[in-house]
């Protein structure tokens, strides 16, 4: 009990200090695309956290909400904006997190929260993951950083931080 205590103020503490030393770059960005998406810097989606309860995800958005004639969504690859292709390329868009953080339904570490549409999907030892917090970074980030897998390959690697959590 008293390893989560200590680790969830350890994550609310190192989310706090990010964002107070981040908010120049974070008022920066949020300019930048509200300019580029027309007022709308900030999207959310709803993922699984831990004991796989839903929450919303906060994330800097990097597409614009272009449509063809019909009314449907453009593909992502031309709805991405220049500053938002930087943004993702950089991993930027995933500071706003850190109010997730904040507010529990994240830790800074831990295993990356999938979409919904996956949790029917998972195995027995991969449902394990909703043991823990979701987090910001996880096992699959730092070793395929940019490894070209889908959210259920992901799945597949080992839990390492479902143990330390």
């Known amino acids: 009990?008293?390893?989560?205590?200590?680790?969830?103020?350890?994550?609310?503490?190192?989310?706090?200090?990010?964002?107070?030393?981040?908010?120049?770059?974070?008022?920066?960005?949020?300019?930048?695309?509200?300019?580029?998406?027309s007022g709308h810097p900030f999207f959310t989606q709803t993922r699984p956290g831990k004991n796989a309860r839903l929450f919303k995800v906060i994330k800097f958005k990097t597409m614009n909400d272009k449509r063809d004639k019909a009314g449907n969504l453009l593909p992502d690859a031309q709805r991405l904006t220049p500053v938002g292709k930087f943004i993702r390329k950089t991993s930027l868009d995933e500071i706003p997190q850190l109010i997730n953080v904040l507010k529990g339904d994240m830790s800074l570490i831990g295993p990356r929260p999938l979409l919904v549409e996956y949790l029917p999907l998972y195995s027995k030892e991969q449902a394990r993951r909703h043991e823990v917090r979701p987090g910001i970074t996880g096992w699959a980030q730092v070793n395929e950083r940019n490894a070209k897998k889908s959210g259920m390959q992901q799945c597949t690697f080992p839990f390492v931080f479902q143990a330390a959590c």
């Open 1 to 37: 009990m008293y390893k989560n205590v200590f680790k969830r103020l350890f994550d609310f503490t190192l989310a706090l200090i990010g964002l107070l030393l981040l908010s120049p770059l974070i008022l920066f960005i949020t300019l930048l695309l509200t300019i580029s998406n």
